[in-house]
């Protein structure tokens, strides 16, 4: 029996953290653990990359780059959708909206895991997602 399909989405804290510099950091070891269980994608979108200041054209960037190579993009109706959760979540932010978007963006997901230090609104979020939905909070 295979290993259900498992996406991964980096809130900002999990990206600020993947580009960090520091030569033992436990944090973004726990990141590159959470990477490297993912066996589907593994996304992070615009929102959280503009957030986290994390330039694709950076030099620094490139390992992130090569580990989480995938953005989800804010687009028209991803706008749309990101307003909608917002209205229902009226706690949560632009970013926290637009984890939740890319959630329901990635297909045949049997698992989606959220990396974030700041997990209660994700939470609440998720309760208006379809299918199953981690939050981890790092």
């Given at each position: 029996?295979?290993?259900?399909?498992?996406?991964?989405?980096?809130?900002?804290?999990?990206?600020?953290?993947?580009?960090?510099?520091?030569?033992?950091?436990?944090?973004?070891?726990?990141?590159?653990?959470?990477?490297?269980?993912?066996?589907?994608?593994?996304?992070?979108?615009?929102?959280?990359?503009c957030?986290?200041?994390?330039?694709?054209?950076?030099?620094l960037a490139?390992?992130?780059?090569?580990?989480?190579?995938?953005?989800?993009?804010?687009?028209?109706?991803?706008?749309?959708?990101?307003?909608?959760?917002?209205?229902?979540?009226?706690?949560?932010?632009?970013?926290?909206?637009?984890?939740?978007?890319?959630v329901?963006?990635?297909?045949?997901?049997?698992?989606?895991?959220?990396?974030?230090?700041?997990?209660?609104?994700?939470?609440?979020?998720?309760?208006?997602?379809?299918?199953?939905?981690?939050?981890?909070?790092?």
């Amino acid at each position: 029996m295979s290993a259900p399909v498992r996406h991964l989405i980096l809130d900002n804290e999990a990206a600020s953290t993947l580009l960090s510099t520091v030569r033992h950091d436990r944090k973004r070891a726990e990141v590159m653990v959470s990477v490297m269980a993912a066996n589907g994608r593994c996304v992070v979108p615009t929102a959280v990359r503009c957030e986290a200041r994390w330039s694709r054209t950076d030099r620094l960037a490139a390992g992130a780059n090569r580990l989480v190579p995938d953005d989800d993009l804010l687009d028209r109706r991803g706008a749309d959708r990101n307003v909608e959760l917002q209205q229902a979540v009226p706690s949560a932010s632009l970013v926290d909206a637009s984890v939740a978007v890319a959630v329901e963006r990635l297909p045949d997901a049997e698992v989606v895991e959220i990396l974030t230090s700041d997990p209660e609104d994700l939470r609440k979020l998720a309760d208006h997602l379809d299918g199953r939905v981690d939050v981890r909070q790092m």
